[in-house]
C-alpha cells in the first residue's frame, strides 16, 4: 500500500497566486486532516474532514479552503498566497475520528512551500 | 489551553532508556493517550497508545499513572536514529486532533 501520498513534495509560488496541495490516501479511512509546520514549531491543524462531503475548520483556516468529494482525496488549496503561508504541510489520515486504536494518524512525507 | 505539558529537550545516552514525561492533568475518563514521534522533517510517525493500563509494543512503552495525569514513554534501548521531537497527545474523540510543540530528544554517542 502507498499509504498518504501528498503532491508535489516542493513548490515555489508568488505572493498571491494560487495553487492546490494534493493529498491521497488508499486505506479507506474516514478521517483526513491538513497540518502546517513552520520551522522550530509543532503542528497546527488547518481542516479536517470525517468522511466524504463534510469538512471542518482547525485552529488556522485563514487562508486556505478544503473539500472532500472522495474518500480518498482531500485537497488543499491556497486561494492567494502570502509569505505567511511558507511552510510545511502535511496530510494525514486514520480510520475514523473515534478515539483509540481507530485514531492511528498515518502522515504523508509533506509539501514544503515557499511564497516568494 | 494546552492539554499536555511536555519538556522542551531531553538528552539520553545511547543504549540506555529512555524516558520521556508528559503531563495530563486534565485528562478526562474517554480520552487517551497517544506518542507520535517526528524524525528530522518527515512526516510525524505513530508509536503508541493507551487508556488507563500500560501499553507496550516493539518500539516502546508507555507507562500512565493510576490517576492518569501523567505517562512517560520509554524507549528501552535508545539508538541514534531515536534522535526526533516526540509528541504526547491527548484525544478524546470529539474534539479537533492537535499537536503541541513535543519534546525534543537528542541521543548522545
New interface residues.
Partial sequence: NAG?TQTPKFQVLKTGQSMTLQCAQDMNHEYM?W?RQDPG?????IH?SVGAGITDQ??VPNGYNVSRSTTEDFPLRLLSAAPSQTS?Y?C?SSYS?????K????????TRLSVL | DAKTTQPTSMDCAEGRAANLPCNHSTISG???V?W?RQIH??????II?G?KNNETNEMASLIITEDRKSSTLILPHATLRDTAVY?CIV???NE???????TRLTIIP
Fill in positions: 498518504v486532516s497540518y514549531m509543532g503542528l497546527r491543524l479536517y482547525g485552529e510545511v502535511f494525514a475520528r473515534l478515539a483509540g486504536p485514531n492511528i494518524q498515518y502522515f504523508g512525507a509533506g | 474517554n480520552e487517551y497517544y507520535y522533517s518527515q512526516g510525524p510517525q505513530y497508545h487508556l509528541y484525544y478524546g474523540g479537533k486532533l492537535t499537536f503541541g510543540t513535543g
